[in-house]
């Protein structure tokens, strides 16, 4: 199983960015997709979560209403649309994947992680 995730950059403070990640090895659609994030000296968060078919979608407080979670599943790609950002959103970002519906914000309950794409927010 391969995760590529693509789409970070740099950007001000109130501007967007949309993470992808490319999924291929194993059908796409039968898993959880999962965002996270790493900022330097912390430990590695819960960002966002679908379901299988993009029915249920799960978010981390402080990224409700400005970051939406979508997947294209003819595509095998999961997308992290970002916006309204903030210079505490700078992180590493990384996807990830899980089978089950279970915990869709513990990453111990995902198996496969790409890996990662820096998102930097100057103030």
């Known amino acids: 199983v391969q995760l590529q995730a693509s789409g970070g950059g740099f950007v001000q403070a109130g501007g967007s960015l949309r993470l992808s990640c490319a999924a291929s090895g194993r059908t796409f659609s039968v898993y959880y997709m999962g965002w996270f994030r790493q900022a330097p000296g912390k430990e590695r968060e819960f960002v966002a979560a679908i379901s299988w078919s993009g029915g249920s979608t799960y978010y981390a407080d402080s990224v409700k209403g400005r970051f939406t979670i979508t997947r294209d599943n003819a595509k095998n790609t999961v997308y992290l649309q970002m916006n309204s950002l903030k210079p505490e959103d700078t992180a590493v970002y990384y996807c990830?994947?899980?089978?089950?519906?279970?915990?869709?914000?513990?990453?111990?309950?995902?198996?496969?992680w790409g890996q990662g794409t820096q998102v930097t927010v100057s103030s």
């Open positions: 990830a994947q899980k089978p089950g519906r279970n915990y869709p914000s513990d990453p111990m309950r995902y198996d496969y």
